[in-house]
Each structure stands twice: as C-alpha cells, then as structure tokens.
C-alpha cells in the first residue's frame, strides 16, 4: 500500500510533536543537571552559591582539606546568614538550600586554602557564584 499525501503529512506532524517533546524534556533535565566540584575558598573568603533563584538546591559531599568549613544560609531578601554548621576535615556536607535563598561557605582558616569536592544538586539552571572576604 502506497502512503498518500495526507498519511505523510499527519507522521510527519506526529514526528514534529515527538522532537518537540524530546526537546522539552532535554531543557528541563538539563535544568536541573547536577554540579560536580572541586572547590577551593582561598583563607578569610566565603564562596557564595545560588541567592534569587527560583528552585531549591542541594549541596553535599566531603571536606578534603586542612581546615574547616562553616556552612551558611542566606535568605532571599535577609542581610543575616544563619549558621548550619561546620566541616571538619574528612567531614561531610548535605544541606539543602530553599529557592532565593543563598549557600555560603566560609573559610575558617586565615592562613590556609579550603578544598572541597561537592555535588550540588535541584535546581542548577540560574545559580551564581562568587566569592567574598569573610565578614
């Protein structure tokens, strides 16, 4: 049996629909795709992750460096951080961050770098990241 015209117009727009959702379901995986770091804070700075965003993050994995690490949060529209706590070296994170709300970690140590190797997850698709003297 031979297509016709019609039969090759409705598969052709029955694949456009399926591209169209391929590619819908590719920008919202890719959204939310997680981070994989290995982060280094130079002594007396926090490194500063998210604030503003619309969805919730999370924030896990291990101290691997000399000195702790004090974990922050910052929410949207708050001049005060609210401690979560402390890495010790060899410790381990997983703290989850509310849309808007920013992630600080600081660097304890005035003389020494901070390494972290980190896996941040959730909504990834607008986090900034910066760093700051410590305050």
Same mark, same amino acid.
């Given at each position: 049996?031979?297509?016709?015209?019609?039969?090759?117009?409705?598969?052709?727009?029955?694949?456009?629909? !399926?591209?169209?959702?391929?590619?819908?379901?590719?920008?919202?995986?890719? %959204?939310? &795709?997680?981070?994989?770091?290995?982060?280094?804070?130079?002594?007396?700075?926090?490194?500063?992750?998210?604030?503003? /965003?619309?969805?919730?993050?999370? !924030?896990?994995?291990?101290?691997?460096?000399?000195?702790? !690490?004090? !974990?922050?949060?910052?929410?949207?529209?708050?001049?005060? &951080?609210?401690?979560?706590?402390?890495? %010790?070296?060899?410790?381990?994170?997983? %703290?989850?961050?509310?849309?808007?709300?920013?992630?600080?970690?600081?660097?304890?140590?005035?003389?020494?770098?901070?390494?972290? /190797?980190?896996?941040?997850?959730?909504?990834?698709?607008?986090?900034?990241?910066?760093?700051?003297?410590?305050?």
């Amino acid at each position: 049996m031979q297509p016709t015209l019609n039969s090759a117009i409705r598969l052709r727009s029955i694949s456009l629909g !399926v591209a169209a959702v391929i590619g819908t379901a590719t920008l919202a995986i890719s %959204a939310h &795709a997680a981070i994989n770091s290995n982060l280094q804070i130079d002594a007396g700075t926090t490194f500063e992750l998210g604030g503003g /965003q619309e969805g919730a993050f999370a !924030v896990s994995g291990k101290n691997t460096g000399p000195v702790a !690490v004090e !974990v922050l949060g910052r929410k949207e529209g708050s001049a005060a &951080a609210i401690a979560r706590g402390t890495i %010790a070296p060899g410790g381990s994170v997983d %703290a989850k961050f509310a849309p808007g709300e920013m992630a600080l970690l600081r660097n304890t140590s005035t003389t020494e770098m901070a390494r972290l /190797q980190l896996k941040i997850t959730g909504d990834t698709s607008s986090l900034g990241m910066t760093y700051s003297d410590n305050r």
